[in-house]
C-alpha cells in the first residue's frame, strides 16, 4: 500500500496534465485523441473549458476526498487504500460517496453547464484511482485545513444546487449524504474539551500548550465506544502514557488510536453575537464555540455555530446564499438544521460509520437511504414558531431511541436553553394514540366520512353558519339540500364573505394545508380543493383506503378507536353476518348507552331482531357475542345534562341491588334517548354525535348485565359528560349544547361501587374540570383523557392541560379528536400538539428552575405517556 504521504502507483488518469492552447500553438499531432488518452493529457481552446476542469477536479475529486477523509480518521481508518478492501465499513463508505456524486455533485454541476458525459468520465476515473490499492494517502493528512475545505471542494455543490434547482419549496434539493461531509468536517475540528476557560487550562495543561501554538487535541469515535471518558482521553494525551503508540501525520499533528485522541489545527475565525440578539459581533474561533457544545449540545443549540460555520468565507462560504430569494434561504436553513442534527449525534457519542449504516439502511428517518432529502434532519421547529400560534405538524423525529443524545446511557442532561426546542420536536413526532373517535374504515362504506364537503358540513360549521344565516334559509331548507350546496353556502358564508378565524373554520384550512393544498386556499378555489378529493373518491374503495392512509400518515396517528354501536342496524350489519375487514389502525369500542340507562324498550327490540330471549342472562350473552364479534377496547356511553346516580349503600359488589326498570321520570326529557334500530340506510341520514342516555344506577340492566360483562371480560367503561341535547332542536346535532355543571359525584360513586372496573371519562363543561383532576388523583380506576367538543378549543386546552400537568403528573391523556371526519385528524392533532408543547415547555422550564434536570429520553417518555402511554398503561393496570 501507499506510505500516506505519496502515492507509489495508480493508474494512469485521464487528466493527469491539462493545457489551455487559446491561441492553437501546440503541435497538430497532440491534438489528436489518442495521443491525449496515452499520456494523460488535455488540450483545451479557451478559459471556459480550463475552468470546466478545474470546477470537476474540485467538486468530485477534492470534494469527495474530503467528504470521505474525515469519517475515515475518526473512524481510526488510517489510509484511503482500505477503499480497494472488501470489509462492510469500506463498501459503506463507497456507497456513501457514489450516492454523494449521483444525487448531489452530478445534478450541481450539470446545473453549471457542464456535460453528464464529462461529468461521470471524471467520476469514473476518479473513483478506480481513489479505490486502487497502492494509491491511498493518509485520511489524517487530508483533513488538514479542513473547515476552509468544506467551502472550496463542498461549498460549490450546495450554492449550484439550491440556485439552479427547480424543487418547489418543500422538496429541498440538498440531501443527507450532503449534510453528513459537512458535520464529519465540524466533528473532526471540535476539541474534546471547552479547553478555552479558566479552569481547563489547570486541568489540561499539556492540551493549553498546544493551543498557544494553534494546536487542538479530538478525540476518535471508538475511544468513547470502548467506554473511555473525555476527561480520561484529554489526560491520556497530557500525561502522552503510551507515546510509542503515536504517529507523526503531518508537520507538528500527531495521532495515537490506543489513546484514542488526535490534534488538528483549524484557522477559521466566525463572526459571532453572544446572544441572537447582541447587536455587536466578534470574532471567535470556531473550534472554541465548537468546545462549548461536547458535554450537552443538542440540534438547537448547534445551530448558531454551524450556520455561522457555514456563511463565513473562511468556512462553509454559503454567505452569498443570503442575498437570494426566499426558497434558497429557506433551502439553506432546512440544511443548517441537518448538518446540525448530524453533528450533535457525533459529538454526543453516535459514530460516523453508524449514522451512515442508518442511512443506507433506510432506518429511521432515512426513507430513500443517503439520497434521503435534508429536510427530515430538522429536529423540530425553528425558534419563532416555537409556541402554540402555528399547527405543530407531524414529522419523524431525527434522534433515534439508540442516540447517545438520548441521555439514557451517558446521562446526558439537556439545558434549559435547549428545553423549548426539544419538547416541541418530541411532542411533533410522538405517534399518538387517538382514544375516542366517531370514525369508521373505508370497508364499512357511507359510515365512513372524508372530503371537503364533509369537512364544511360538520356540526361546528354548521352552528357558526347558522348564527349569522340570512332569515330565508332555515333549518330545514338547509337540510333538504344536498351535501355540495350545503358545503358552497357555508363556504362562501364563513370563508369568502368573513375571515375563518373560528377554530372549527381556522381547522379546514389547517387541513387542507396539511393536505399540500397551499396555493387552493389561497385562492379560494374551492372546485380544485374538490378536484383532488376526486382524484381519491374516482377510484372507490382502494382511493378511500390510499386517502385514510394519507391523513394518518400527515396526521401522526398511531390508532384511533372507533365508536360502534349494536343497537343501530345501518352498522351492525358491517359486523354481522359476517365482519368486515379493517386495517388494525382502527380499533373498536362497544356503545352501551341503552344498558348504562336501562332502556328496556330498545334493548328488547334490539335482542329480538338478533334472535336473543329477552332475559337478564340473554342480554350478557349479548353483550359477550358482540365483544367476541368486535374486540372492544372499552365499552363506552355519552351521558347528558341530568346524568346523576343515587348513593347507595355497599361498595363493590353486585349484590343486594334488587331495582330494576328505568329511570322513567328521566326519560321524559326531550330527546333524552334516540332509538337507532329504525336506521336502514345511511346515505343521506343525520349524523348523531352522541347516543344520548340517562344512567339508572339501579337498573338491573347496569348492575346484572353491563358491569359483570367489564368485570368479566375487563374491558372498562368510558364515560362523556355534560352534554346537553337538543338545545335546539331544529339543528339538528348542530343544536346541541353543555350543561354548566355535570354531576361529577355520580362517577366518583361508580368508581366506588365497581372498583374491578376501570373508567375513562371526559367532561363537556369547563368548570367541571377541576373536580375531575381531584377524582382523577383519587381512584386508581378512574383515568381523565382529551378536551372534549366544546373544550376542544386552543385556549380551553391549554388551561385543562396546565391544571392536569400540575395536578396529575403524567397519569392522563392528554387529547383525543372526537373526529368524525377522517380528515379531521389532521387539525386537530396539529393544533393540539402546538398547544401541549406549549404547555409542557413551561412546566419543564419550571422544574428545572426548582432544581431538576432531564434527560432527552425523560422527555420523549413523558411525551409519550401524555399522547397514549398513560393510557395503554392504564389499560394494562391490575385492579385485582
Not at 155 to 172: A, D, E, H, I
Not at 503 to 517: F, K, M, P
Not at 727 to 736: F, I, Q, S
Request: proline fraction near 5%; charged fraction near 20%.
Amino acid at each position: 500500500g501507499s506510505n500516506g504521504m505519496i502515492p507509489l502507483c495508480e493508474p494512469l488518469p485521464m487528466k493527469a496534465l491539462v493545457i489551455c492552447d487559446e491561441g492553437r500553438d501546440l503541435p497538430k499531432w497532440m491534438e489528436s485523441e489518442d495521443v491525449q488518452k496515452e499520456f494523460g493529457v488535455k488540450i483545451r481552446h479557451s478559459a471556459k473549458e480550463l475552468a470546466s476542469d478545474i470546477a470537476l477536479k474540485l467538486r468530485i475529486a477534492n470534494g469527495t476526498h474530503t467528504a470521505v477523509a474525515h469519517v475515515m480518521a475518526l473512524s481510526s481508518l488510517l489510509n484511503t487504500d482500505s477503499l480497494s478492501n472488501s470489509p462492510s465499513s469500506n463498501r459503506l463508505l463507497l456507497t456513501y460517496l457514489d450516492t454523494l456524486f449521483q444525487t448531489q455533485i452530478l445534478p450541481a454541476s450539470t446545473i453549471e453547464g457542464i456535460t453528464p458525459e464529462e461529468i461521470l468520465a471524471t467520476w469514473q476515473d476518479w473513483r478506480q484511482r481513489l479505490i486502487h490499492p497502492h494509491f491511498g494517502l493518509s485520511t489524517f493528512f487530508i483533513t488538514q485545513n479542513g473547515a476552509a475545505k468544506g467551502g472550496i471542494r463542498l461549498g460549490p455543490t450546495v450554492k449550484s444546487l439550491v440556485r439552479g434547482s427547480s424543487c418547489p419549496r418543500n422538496k429541498n434539493p440538498l440531501n443527507v449524504s450532503l449534510a453528513f461531509a459537512m458535520a464529519a468536517i465540524l466533528r473532526f475540528v471540535t476539541p474534546i474539551a471547552d479547553c478555552f476557560s479558566k479552569s481547563a487550562i489547570g486541568q489540561y495543561p499539556a492540551i493549553s500548550e498546544k493551543m498557544q501554538s494553534g494546536i487542538y487535541v479530538g478525540w476518535l469515535d471508538d475511544s468513547l465506544a470502548s467506554g473511555k471518558s473525555r476527561d480520561s482521553i484529554a489526560n491520556s494525551h497530557s500525561m502522552e502514557s503510551s507515546a510509542q503508540d503515536t504517529v507523526n501525520y503531518a508537520d507538528g499533528l500527531r495521532y495515537n488510536l490506543s489513546e484514542g485522541w488526535y490534534e488538528f489545527r483549524c484557522d477559521c475565525p466566525i463572526k459571532w453575537k453572544s446572544s441572537p440578539s447582541a447587536q455587536s459581533e466578534v470574532e471567535v474561533p470556531l473550534q472554541e464555540l465548537l468546545s462549548k457544545l461536547v458535554r450537552s449540545g443538542q440540534p438547537c443549540s448547534c445551530g448558531r455555530v454551524v450556520r455561522s460555520y457555514l456563511l463565513h468565507p473562511q468556512g462553509g462560504d454559503l454567505g452569498s446564499l443570503l442575498d437570494e430569494d426566499e426558497k434558497i434561504a429557506g433551502f439553506l436553513d432546512e440544511f443548517v438544521c441537518a448538518v446540525s442534527t448530524l453533528y450533535a449525534r457525533m459529538v454526543s457519542g453516535d459514530k460516523g460509520l453508524d449514522l451512515l449504516q442508518e442511512m443506507t439502511e433506510e432506518k429511521h428517518v432515512y426513507k430513500n437511504g443517503l439520497a434521503t432529502s435534508c429536510i427530515v434532519l430538522m429536529d423540530g421547529v425553528a425558534s419563532t414558531k416555537q409556541n402554540d400560534l402555528q399547527p405543530l405538524r407531524y414529522r419523524l423525529c431525527p434522534i433515534p431511541y439508540s442516540s447517545n443524545l438520548m441521555g439514557s446511557i451517558n446521562n446526558r442532561k439537556v439545558n434549559e436553553s435547549d428545553i423549548r426546542s426539544i419538547v416541541f420536536s418530541e411532542v411533533s413526532s410522538a405517534h399518538v394514540i387517538d382514544l375516542h373517535t366517531h370514525l369508521l374504515p373505508p370497508s364499512h362504506g357511507a359510515l365512513c366520512l372524508w372530503g371537503i364537503d364533509e369537512l364544511l358540513t360538520y356540526h361546528y360549521l354548521v352552528a357558526e353558519y347558522f348564527m349569522t344565516a340570512p332569515a330565508d334559509v332555515t333549518p330545514q331548507g338547509f337540510y333538504a339540500m344536498s351535501k355540495k350546496d350545503q358545503a358552497d353556502l357555508i363556504w362562501d358564508a364563513l370563508f369568502v364573505k368573513r375571515s375563518p378565524i373560528s377554530e372549527a373554520t381556522r381547522g379546514v384550512i389547517t387541513t387542507l394545508v396539511g393536505l399540500g393544498l397551499d396555493s387552493h386556499v389561497k385562492n379560494c378555489d374551492l372546485q380544485a380543493i374538490r378536484e383532488f378529493y376526486d382524484s381519491f373518491r374516482n377510484d372507490g374503495l382502494s382511493g378511500a383506503e390510499r386517502f385514510c392512509e394519507l391523513v394518518y400518515q400527515v396526521s401522526g396517528v398511531r390508532y384511533a378507536v372507533m365508536t360502534n354501536i349494536p343497537f343501530d342496524s345501518n352498522e351492525s350489519r358491517h359486523w354481522r353476518p359476517k365482519k368486515k375487514e379493517y386495517p388494525d389502525t382502527f380499533k373498536s369500542a362497544l356503545r352501551v348507552d341503552p344498558l348504562l340507562a336501562g332502556d328496556k324498550e330498545t334493548i328488547e327490540t334490539a335482542l329480538k331482531s338478533a334472535g336473543y330471549g329477552t332475559t337478564l342472562a340473554d342480554a350478557r350473552q349479548y353483550l359477550h357475542d358482540w365483544c367476541d364479534t368486535m374486540k372492544p377496547e372499552y365499552m363506552m356511553a355519552s351521558t347528558p345534562h341530568d346524568f346523576s346516580l343515587s348513593p347507595l349503600e355497599g361498595r363493590g359488589t353486585l349484590a343486594g341491588v334488587k331495582k330494576s326498570g328505568i329511570d322513567e321520570k328521566a326519560m321524559q326529557s326531550p330527546f333524552a334517548f334516540t332509538d337507532l334500530t329504525g336506521n336502514k340506510d345511511c346515505e343521506g341520514c343525520e349524523e348523531t354525535d352522541d347516543m344520548p342516555s340517562v344512567i339508572n344506577e339501579s337498573s338491573n340492566f347496569l348492575t346484572q348485565v353491563l358491569m359483570p360483562v367489564c368485570e368479566e371480560r375487563d374491558l372498562p367503561l368510558a364515560l362523556k359528560i355534560g352534554a346537553h341535547r337538543g338545545v335546539n332542536p331544529e339543528l339538528r346535532t348542530a343544536g346541541d349544547g353543555i350543561v354548566a355543571f355535570a354531576d361529577t359525584e355520580s362517577l366518583s360513586r361508580l368508581c366506588a361501587r365497581f372498583p374491578k372496573v376501570r373508567f375513562l371519562a371526559t367532561f363537556l363543561s369547563r368548570v367541571n374540570q377541576h373536580e375531575a383532576c381531584v377524582l382523577a388523583n383519587k381512584w386508581r380506576n378512574l383515568h381523565l383523557y382529551g378536551c372534549w367538543w366544546y373544550c376542544n378549543n386552543p385556549s380551553i386546552i391549554h388551561e385543562i392541560t396546565s391544571m392536569r400537568v400540575e395536578m396529575l403528573g403524567t397519569a392522563f391523556t392528554s387529547q383525543h379528536s372526537d373526529a368524525r371526519v377522517m380528515d379531521q385528524l389532521i387539525y386537530k392533532w396539529s393544533h393540539s400538539r402546538a398547544v401541549i408543547a406549549d404547555v409542557l415547555a413551561k412546566e419543564y422550564e419550571k422544574v428545572l428552575n426548582s432544581g431538576w434536570s432531564f434527560t432527552r429520553a425523560e422527555i420523549r417518555r413523558d411525551v409519550r405517556r401524555l399522547l397514549g402511554g398513560s393510557y395503554e398503561e392504564f389499560m394494562k393496570k391490575s385492579l385485582t
